[in-house]
C-alpha cells in the first residue's frame, strides 16, 4: 500500500497527499502508468484509494490490449450499459491491440469475430490507433476455421476513418501489399468537421514476411505521405520483415516531407541502396519508381566520391554530394539487426548523410560499431549537429544478459563487470576515453548509452 502522507526532504514533518492540487497529483499518475501493445505498469495504483482510482483508470483504459480469454471478460464489461458500472470505460478508450488465438474466421476468438465485435462497440467513437499482432504465425490455417482474406480484414477495420496509427504485425497471406492498398486510401488526409476529425495517418507498422517495397512505394508514399510522422518496419514485431528493403526506406525520406521517426529491424538493408557513386543504375531505378508511383517520384540525381568498392576507405563527410531532395527531417532513427555482409559503414555512413543535420537521436546496433566507425563517422557527421543522444543496442547481447545469472556476492559482481568491460573494449573497440572523445567532439552530445547505460559523464 502506497503511504498516503508525504516526507518531506531531511525533515521528519509529514502533510497528506490529497492537499497537493488535483492537476500535480494526476501528472504523477499519468507518469507513474505505461500502458502499451505489450505492456502495462502502474496498474496497482487503482487500489490506493478512491483518488488514486479515479486518476487511474481513466489512463489504463486507455489502451485496451485484447487477448483470450480476458478478451471476453474486457468485452463483458463494455457490453454492459454505463449506468450499472462505476465508469463509462468504454468512453475512455483510444487504442486497441487485437491478439487473435486465430487468423481465421472462427465463431469465437478469430480474428473476424473480434474485429467484429470492436466495430459494434466503437463504431461511433474515434479511436486513434488500431494493432494487430500474429503471435501464432506458425499456424496460419487453422483446421477449425475458414481462411481469411485481406478484403475482409480491411472491411472491418475501416470503420475508423480518422485513424493515426496502424500497426500491422502478421506473416499471414491476408497480410500483405493488397491489404494496404485497402487501407491507406481510406486513411488519408481527412477533414470530417462533422465527426470532429482531423487529419490522417501518422504512424505506420508494418511486421511480415508479405509487406514488401512495392506496397511502400504504390500505398504507403501515394497516400500518407503529407501526414506521416513516424514508420516501423520490424522493430518489436514478431513477424520478420527481410522484403523491405533501403530502395524503399530511401523514398520515404524523399517523399514524406513531416516524417520524424524512423525503425528499422531486420530490414533487407544494403550499401547500393543508399551508395550515392552509382549512377549507372538511375535510369534504371528511375523507370521502376515511375511504373510504381506512377511518374510521381523525383529523379534520382547522384553524385558522389564515395567509392562502393573499397570498404576500407571511409570519405570525410564534407567530400560526399547529396542532389537527391530528402523531404524528411528525421529526428530519431534505430537501425538493427540486418544483413552484415550487405550492409557495412558506407551504407552506414550514407544512410545518415541523409538526415544527420537534424538527427537529434540515434539507436544502431553494435554489430555496426567499431572504433573506426566512431572516430571516421559519427565525429565527422555529427560534430556541428543537434544530435543529444547515441544509444547502442544489441539483441544478441540482450538475450545473453537476460538468462545470465544474476551475481549474488561482490566477487560476482566484479567478474560480471570485468566480462563487459572486456567486451567493450576487445570486441567492440569502445573504452571510457573513446567515448569521452566523442563526447567532446559533439557538444551537443547529452548521453552515450550502451545497453541502458549511459556512459558519458556530462
Known amino acids: 500500500m502506497v503511504s498516503k502522507m508525504i516526507r518531506m526532504k531531511n525533515s521528519s514533518k509529514k502533510f497528506p497527499i490529497t492537499k497537493l492540487p488535483y492537476d500535480i497529483i494526476e501528472l504523477i499518475i499519468k507518469t507513474a502508468i505505461k ?6 505498469t502502474g496498474s496497482q495504483l487503482i487500489f490506493v484509494n478512491r483518488l ?16 483470450e480469454p480476458e ?24 487504442r486497441i491491440t487485437i491478439c ?61 476513418k480518422g485513424l493515426k496509427e496502424l500497426k500491422l504485425d502478421s506473416s499471414h497471406s491476408s497480410f500483405n501489399d493488397d491489404l494496404l492498398g485497402e487501407l491507406l486510401p481510406h486513411f488519408s488526409l481527412l477533414v470530417d468537421k462533422r465527426k470532429g476529425i482531423y487529419g490522417g495517418l501518422q504512424k505506420l507498422s508494418l511486421s511480415g514476411s508479405n509487406f514488401t517495397d512495392q506496397g511502400i512505394l504504390q500505398h504507403v508514399i501515394p497516400h500518407v505521405k503529407d ?48 551508395n550515392m557513386m552509382n549512377d549507372n543504375n538511375d535510369e534504371d531505378d528511375e523507370a521502376y519508381c515511375d511504373e510504381l508511383l506512377d511518374d510521381n517520384l523525383s529523379d534520382f540525381d ?12 571511409i570519405p570525410h563527410p564534407s567530400q560526399i554530394s547529396f542532389n537527391q531532395i530528402i523531404s524528411a527531417e ?14 557495412t559503414h558506407n551504407g552506414l555512413l550514407s544512410l545518415l548523410s541523409l538526415c544527420h543535420k537534424t538527427l537529434q537521436t540515434l539507436s544502431v546496433d553494435l554489430d555496426y560499431i567499431s572504433q573506426p566507425v566512431l572516430l571516421d563517422v559519427f565525429i565527422p557527421l ?21 538468462h545470465y545469472p544474476q551475481p549474488r556476492y561482490e566477487y560476482e559482481i566484479q567478474a560480471k563487470e570485468a566480462m563487459w568491460r572486456w567486451k567493450l573494449k576487445s570486441y567492440w573497440g569502445l573504452s571510457k576515453d573513446l567515448i569521452e572523445e566523442i563526447g567532446e567532439k559533439i557538444e551537443s552530445l547529452r548521453a552515450f548509452n550502451i545497453l541502458g547505460e549511459n556512459y558519458l559523464k556530462k
Open 227 to 274: 501526414t506521416l510522422i513516424e514508420f516501423n518496419a520490424g522493430y518489436g514485431g514478431m513477424n520478420p520483415t527481410e522484403n523491405i528493403t533501403g530502395f524503399s526506406i530511401l523514398e520515404l525520406l524523399k517523399n514524406c516531407k513531416k516524417l520524424e521517426r524512423i525503425y528499422l529491424e531486420g530490414v533487407d538493408l544494403n550499401d547500393s541502396d543508399f
Open 35 to 40: 500502458n502499451t501493445s505489450s505492456t502495462l
Open 100 to 160: 487473435p488465438i486465430s487468423m481465421s474466421n472462427m465463431n469465437s476468438g478469430g480474428l473476424l469475430k473480434t474485429l467484429e465485435i470492436v466495430q459494434n462497440l466503437f463504431s461511433s467513437q474515434p479511436l486513434i490507433g488500431i494493432s494487430i499482432e500474429d503471435k501464432l504465425n506458425f499456424c496460419h490455417i487453422c483446421h477449425v476455421g475458414k481462411e481469411i482474406t485481406y478484403k475482409q480484414v480491411a472491411k472491418n477495420l475501416m470503420t475508423w
Open 302 to 313: 547522384i553524385d558522389s566520391d564515395l567509392s562502393p568498392n573499397n570498404s576500407l576507405i
Open 71 to 94: 478478451e471476453r471478460i474486457i468485452f463483458n464489461i463494455l457490453s454492459t450499459s454505463p449506468d450499472k458500472l462505476m465508469f463509462d470505460y468504454k468512453s475512455f478508450v483510444r
Open 382 to 402: 555529427f560534430s556541428c549537429t543537434k544530435l543529444q543522444e547515441i544509444h547502442l543496442v544489441s539483441e544478441s547481447w540482450s538475450e545473453w544478459a537476460l
Open 52 to 67: 488514486f482510482a479515479k486518476i487511474s483508470i481513466p489512463y489504463i483504459w486507455r489502451h485496451l490490449y485484447l487477448i
Open 330 to 343: 528525421i529526428k530519431h532513427i534505430y537501425i538493427g539487426k540486418t544483413s552484415q555482409s550487405t550492409f
